[in-house]
């Protein structure tokens, strides 16, 4: 990637409102030129409609069917789908003029600009070039590699959250057919920590609210590390729904990001011309990796009322009935002392108590959060700590009350719910046995980073990829190309060239696939795939554009075909592959609320899979009651002189996809190279505004560099900085992983600002 500051990167002041115009201007501006008029319009007018197809951008769900309005996307779903839909094409020719080691040296958004992927290639031992293979012989070779392993264990099977419930489940049987757990997946860098505190707290490891909870029931809704203004753009119209009937939004974020502050909604004629909706009521500008202090103190102060005036605040009848573990919690906030939380979060007495009076006034409070709270060494406490909070006063299993962690990928929840996963649970196992007669492997299997050890160590020989971009999107970039460069064999299945593709193994492939937007049509005739949203609403998606190529094939079909190379016909790949309704037939016997699948999908807005803490108030946890958690009370330590750095998405990108190269609401133009800090650290440092700096991690193990970023005096808390992922992801040591739940510490490196050298 180069390393020299974007000639022409421009900064102005961030903005206060987000969406409006501009961003109806923006979107519809990218779509036709990738797409044209016509494919814009194929495209856009069947995103998120109930017999259209999911927007891949993100996992927010959509509105009941008879409330959707023509236009049910946001701007970053226009151009998530015309980045994918785009007419440029990345073909023989293209391999042909352009080497491997070329390639390496372009930066993540030229590479994918080229275009869409149109047909497999091969990198043979030794080449410089990748060429054209037919499916056939691109299959047969992938399965002589595999079966020629010594041991299963020594191949990886890597899924990004793209992927549909059908090839997931699809995916996973070929691995575990295979022998091997080693199921990594992008969840591991994203809401594992989530998984990992619900499943211990609640019994379950996902949210248990529904859009109906925020939009009709919640009186308050706190917004932890998430930023929905650019990665979640239709929540910001669902939170304008609960304001306008009285709810309040508390915001907790180190950034004062503009969707948070004020909305302008597109849809309205209000939000095109008018001044917007104030969305936040306060505030909480907290440090980074200051929430786990933050939540314990507003649970000691929630204590303390409650103490002062007993019986008014904690819900004792849910708390006698439901909980245990909460005398020991008490026995920690008791223990705590304010002059640590203040420090620990940033934030003063005062404010703790303001939001405690908030929580106090709410009969209903749902907290959403996302990556600023899943990415830190702390994570996993932290959402226990958050649990907690919701627990007291019983604010979970009844309507507009819960936790709500807001998935990324559009269909990452999903994947975990088909088995996409390095540690499924023996039922799970047991029950996949029984469908296909054949003994599932029992030994966990490796998670993102234990991959990326087993990788660099010589452990793995075949790693395969159904979607994403591995070596961009995981932490010490370098450790991980080198760890991908060391395996015999590397695989992708993609829909565009990605830096994962250049850090091949001794040999490669490329295996080109159909993308949501598209129409898959099998012998059996033309197939759907299905989906399960951030609030576990499972639904069909089924594209209508012309595949982007003739030789593009399904995930599902490429699965399926690969299995059939690997085992013949034992469990039915190839019918499977033919027609998806089989692949759903085994779903819904193998994995518990999927009863009568094909039907319920069939009908508009599809279903919603159970979970128990939200239907009947049950909980699954080892004790079958929700667990209140006593959790150490700590931050990072950064040593003088240093900063926390975050990593954050840009508005122009879809994780390791780079749409463009402005960041509009930060007020950052033309570059990504940049460096949010407080102006007084900057000045400590005898630095200014648009110095170029180099940024350099410190870790145990020595020190990583990330070189020429322009620094920007910008409004976040003192100590804290930000820098976009995935640049700085060379930063982030691959052994700085959260306690419980081993999910790179992404939103907290501990960093060094120099002049740049
Ligand atoms: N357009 C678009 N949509 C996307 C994506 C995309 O890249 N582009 N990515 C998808 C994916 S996979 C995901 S996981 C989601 C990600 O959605 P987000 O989690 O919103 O994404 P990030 O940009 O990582 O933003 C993290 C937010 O947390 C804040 N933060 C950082 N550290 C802390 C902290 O210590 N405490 C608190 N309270 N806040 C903190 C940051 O300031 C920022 O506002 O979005 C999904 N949707
Ligand atoms: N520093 C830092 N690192 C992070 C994060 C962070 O906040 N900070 N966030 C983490 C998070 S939350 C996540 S989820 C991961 C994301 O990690 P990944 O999911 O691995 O990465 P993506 O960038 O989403 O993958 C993009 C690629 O997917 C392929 N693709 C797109 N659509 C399709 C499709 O329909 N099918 C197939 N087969 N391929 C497709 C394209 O080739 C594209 O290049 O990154 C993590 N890394
Ligand atoms: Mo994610």
């Not at 012989?137 to 191949?155: E, G, H, I, S, T």
């Not at 069909?540 to 593009?552: D, I, N, Y």
């Not at 699965?559 to 592959?577: N, Q, S, T, Y």
């Amino acid at each position: 990637m180069a390393e020299n500051i974007d000639e022409e990167l421009h900064v102005s002041a961030p903005k206060t409102v987000a969406v409006g115009l501009p961003a109806v201007r923006h979107s519809m501006q990218l779509a036709f030129n990738e797409m044209g008029v016509k494919r814009t319009a194929i495209t856009l007018s069947s995103l998120n409609q109930v017999k259209g197809f999911d927007c891949p951008s993100c996992a927010w769900p959509d509105q009941a069917p008879g409330e959707r309005s023509h236009a049910e996307f946001c701007e970053n779903g226009a151009k998530a789908v015309a980045w994918e839909a785009t007419r440029s094409r990345v073909d023989r020719e293209f391999f042909a003029t352009h080497s491997v080691d070329e390639l390496r040296r372009a930066d993540d958004y030229s590479l994918e600009h080229h275009g869409r992927l149109t047909e497999p290639m091969y990198l043979a031992p030794g080449a410089t070039h990748y060429t054209p293979i037919s499916w056939d012989d691109a299959l047969a070779l992938c399965a002589a590699r595999l079966r020629a392993l010594p041991d299963a264990n020594r191949a990886v099977f890597y899924t990004s959250g793209r992927a549909s419930n059908e090839a997931a489940f699809l995916y996973q049987l070929l691995a575990r057919r295979l022998g091997t757990n080693n199921l990594p997946d992008c969840s591991n860098m994203c809401h594992e920590s989530s998984g990992a505190a619900l499943s211990e707290t609640i019994g379950v490891g996902k949210g248990t609210v529904s859009l109906q909870d925020i939009t009709d029931h919640a009186d308050l809704i706190v917004i932890v590390g998430q930023n929905p203004g650019t990665n979640h753009p239709r929540m910001l119209s669902a939170l304008e729904t609960a304001k306008r009937r009285g709810a309040r939004i508390v915001a907790v974020n180190p950034l004062p990001e503009a969707g948070l502050v004020r909305f302008k909604n597109p849809q309205k004629a209000r939000g095109l011309i008018g001044r917007g909706t104030t969305l936040t009521d306060r505030y909480l500008a907290v440090r980074v990796n200051g929430d786990l202090a933050l939540f314990a103190g507003v649970n000691k102060a929630l204590l303390a009322r409650e103490e002062a005036s007993p019986g008014t605040v904690f819900d004792h009848a849910f708390l006698d009935r439901y909980c245990d573990g909460l005398d020991e919690a008490i026995q920690g906030w008791r223990d705590l002392n304010w002059t640590d939380l203040e420090l620990a979060s940033g934030l003063a007495r005062d404010e703790f108590e303001a939001f405690a009076a908030d929580v106090v006034a709410a009969e209903r409070v749902v907290v959403c959060w996302a990556m600023g709270i899943t990415q830190h060494r702390n994570a996993v406490a932290t959402i226990r700590e958050i649990v907690n909070f919701l627990l007291l006063r019983g604010n979970i299993g009844r309507p507009g009350a819960g936790p709500s962690p807001i998935r990324g990928h559009s269909n990452v929840q999903g994947d975990r719910t088909m088995g996409v996963w390095e540690k499924m649970p023996d039922e799970f196992l047991d029950r996949l046995r029984d469908e296909f007669h054949f003994e599932p492997p029992r030994r966990h299997g490796f998670d993102t980073v234990n991959a990326i050890r087993a990788m660099r160590d010589g452990r793995v020989d075949v790693f395969f990829a159904l979607g994403g971009n591995f070596v961009a999107a995981t932490p010490d970039t370098d450790v991980t190309q080198s760890a991908m460069a060391a395996c015999q064999l590397t695989v992708h299945v993609a829909t565009k060239l990605n830096r994962s593709h250049l850090w091949h193994g001794r040999e490669a492939l490329l295996l080109p696939c159909l993308s949501r937007s598209e129409r898959d049509v099998q012998p059996s005739g033309e197939q759907f795939v299905t989906v399960e949203d951030s609030m576990a609403m499972v639904h069909s998606s089924k594209g209508r554009l012309e595949p982007g190529s003739e030789e593009l094939r399904s995930e599902v079909a490429i699965i399926a075909g690969l299995g059939d190379a690997l085992f013949g016909e034992d469990v039915g790949w190839r019918e499977m592959g033919r027609d998806y309704r089989k692949i759903r037939a085994h779903i819904e016997n193998v994995i518990p609320g999927f009863e009568d699948y094909e039907e319920r999908v069939g009908e508009a807005g599809g279903f919603v899979l159970p979970r128990g803490p939200h239907d009947s108030r049950t909980f699954a946890t080892a004790t079958g009651k929700a667990r209140f958690t006593r959790n150490l009370v700590d931050t990072v330590s950064v040593p003088e002189g240093h900063l926390l750095l975050q990593s954050v998405r840009s508005h122009d990108q879809f994780n390791t996809t780079v749409y463009g190269l402005d960041d509009r609401y930060r007020g950052i133009k033309g570059g990504r190279r940049v460096v949010f800090v407080n102006e007084a650290d900057l000045a400590e440092r005898g630095l200014r505004d648009g110095d170029v700096v180099d940024l350099v991690s410190v870790w145990s193990d020595g020190e990583r560099y990330a070189r020429g970023f322009r620094a920007v005096a910008y409004p976040t808390p003192k100590g804290c900085a930000a820098a976009y992922f995935p640049e700085v992801n060379v930063l982030v040591p691959l052994d700085s992983t959260a306690i419980g739940s081993n999910t790179p510490t992404s939103k907290s490196i501990v960093i060094r600002i120099e002049p740049a050298s």
